[in-house]
């Protein structure tokens, strides 16, 4: 006879966007989050940014919930794309766990296989 119990997994969000200023927000797991770093270059065009904001990687099929501004037709996905995680869109701690790992990272380059 089973303990009647559900099994909760504790796992951390997290909104991300591909520009700081995108209107456009989606939320992934921080587990799928890869090659964390500190950039003035968000994602997509390459452009500068107005500042330096936490950036990393993501696979387009792993967002949980909302969109971000990427194309993915069927075919020729799922792309690794390049996010920004900003603090008016998660919680402190979050962002606090986020910036530590980006700072520690920042200094090295990024290639980061699919898992």
């Known amino acids: 006879m089973g303990s009647g119990r559900n099994t909760v997994v504790n796992t951390t969000v997290v909104r991300v966007r591909r520009h700081w200023n995108d209107s456009l927000q989606a939320t992934v797991e921080r587990e799928c989050i890869a090659g964390l770093h500190i950039s003035e270059t968000p994602?997509?065009?390459?452009?500068?940014?107005?500042?330096?904001?936490?950036?990393g990687y993501v696979w387009c099929d792993a967002l949980i919930k909302g969109n971000l501004s990427?194309?993915?037709?069927?075919?020729?996905?799922?792309?690794?794309?390049?996010?920004?995680?900003?603090?008016?869109?998660?919680?402190?701690?979050?962002m606090r766990e986020l910036e530590t790992e980006a700072a520690f990272h920042s200094q090295s380059s990024v290639n980061v296989p699919r898992s």
Do not use: W, Y
């Open 70 to 94: 990427h194309t993915c037709q069927q075919d020729d996905g799922p792309h690794r794309i390049k996010v920004v995680m900003l603090a008016e869109d998660n919680l402190k701690s979050v």
């Open 43 to 55: 994602g997509g065009e390459h452009a500068g940014s107005l500042r330096f904001v936490v950036t």
